[in-house]
């Protein structure tokens, strides 16, 4: 919740400097418990985590911190060409599957991520995640909100 907040206040363009310099601190502070709770093997991080954390530290401008928090996911949470919103050590009774609203969020971070890193690996695997990421969601539009999905379709390079 702090990151997706905090990711708030950073993409908006009232919010005053000092609102903002507060949000990137929180951020930072976001990005540093989520770090510690996924060395630690923390159960209870979830995709929605993942992607309000990951959006925060990327609106902050800490890319290399948002790319930890992507391959975070990747490592535990990936699921074929979407993600699984589940804790990255699920019971068997506790699995989320095919989250398609959570999924669509996941694409806009991937993908601006994708476009803030520098050529290389790293940049290529996250645009290899995305393209994956929005064929399936192409696939389930029935799932989506209408408003959701044309914010997915207006992203789409054209």
């Known amino acids: ?5 905090a990711r708030a206040v950073l993409d908006c363009a ?3 400097p000092a609102r ?3 949000a990137r601190r929180a951020a930072r502070r976001a990005g540093a ?3 510690s709770e996924a060395r630690a093997k923390a159960p209870r991080l979830l995709l929605d985590d993942a992607v309000g954390v990951g959006g925060a530290l990327l609106a902050a401008g800490d890319v290399s911190g ?3 928090v992507w391959r975070w996911a990747e490592d535990n949470l990936s699921d074929g060409p979407a993600y699984a919103d589940r804790p990255a050590a699920p019971p068997p009774d506790d699995v989320r599957l095919d989250d398609a609203p ?3 969020r996941a694409l806009r971070w991937t993908r601006r991520l994708a476009e803030a890193l520098p050529p290389g690996e790293a940049r290529d695997a996250v645009r290899r995640r995305a393209e994956a ?3 399936w969601l192409a696939a389930r539009p029935q799932r989506l909100d209408p ?6 379709l207006a992203a789409e390079p054209r």
Do not use: I, M, P, Y
């Open 20 to 22: 903002k310099d507060f």
């Open 14 to 16: 009232q919010a005053s």
């Open 33 to 35: 418990d989520f770090e």
């Open 102 to 104: 959570l999924d669509a």
């Open 147 to 152: 408003a959701v999905w044309a914010d997915v």
């Open 1 to 5: 919740e702090t990151g997706a907040l």
């Open 133 to 135: 990421l929005f064929l």
């Open 66 to 68: 948002s790319l930890r």
